[in-house]
């Protein structure tokens, strides 16, 4: 590809999954719809009256922690696995230069999650359209997810959608009838095969502990175990 693949900042003009925001402002489009996504999440949230502490699992291109960051004060924490999005979100970080985000290069797995709780508490957690990227039982995945914090803000995969891990959505539906949940929107799911179907986004309460509090900030304990990359310590 010549040099009108590139933009001017060093991203390649590809499909990413999300938009590229940076400082106010989406310089390159994704392939799935965000700007809806990120007002209803948005709505949802803005009327908390404290800092949050956020965990994003799956961030991508970091598109809705950012915005988030950009509205609601907090500690933003992303986590990214895939060795290429994850160096080109490690870019828009340092673009950004947002001092409310956290980076962690990491393929997660269910014990991942369970490490995580052990020495962080959030207020909420992203975990949007990511379950189906698991190797353990979508389930288990589901509900540890669920211990996380007090909100999770939930895309569950879809069967028809035809994407990675199709056989196990279909043979491992999750059951979301016993959560607590409020449908914030649905939005075309963006697959090529399935460009009709719609990706439902809830908001899920999770802990109620009246007790249960939040520290801003990440431990460099939990930096180091989850492989921080950003900021740099």
Known sequence: MG???WHPAGFRYETYYQDVWVRGE?????????????WAIYEALK???KPLKVLDIGANMGY????LSEKLPGTYVMIEGQESTAQAL???????NNP???LFKRKLCLQDLKDLRAVEKFDVVMALSIVHHFEEPYQKVFE???????KLVFEPPIA????LNQERIVNEPLDLSRVKKKLLIKVPTGSRYAGNMLRPTYLIDCISDASYATVQGVSQGTFRLMNGVYPPL
């Open 160 to 163: 028809e959608e035809h994407t």
């Open 47 to 49: 009327e908390t009256k």
């Open 144 to 150: 540890t997810l669920m211990t996380l914090g007090h």
């Open 64 to 67: 809705f922690s950012l915005r």
């Open 3 to 5: 040099c009108s693949a």
């Open 90 to 96: 490690l870019k828009v970080c340092k673009l950004n």
């Open 26 to 38: 989406a310089i390159i489009k994704g392939g799935r719809e965000c700007e809806l996504r990120f």
């Open 100 to 102: 409310s985000i956290v």
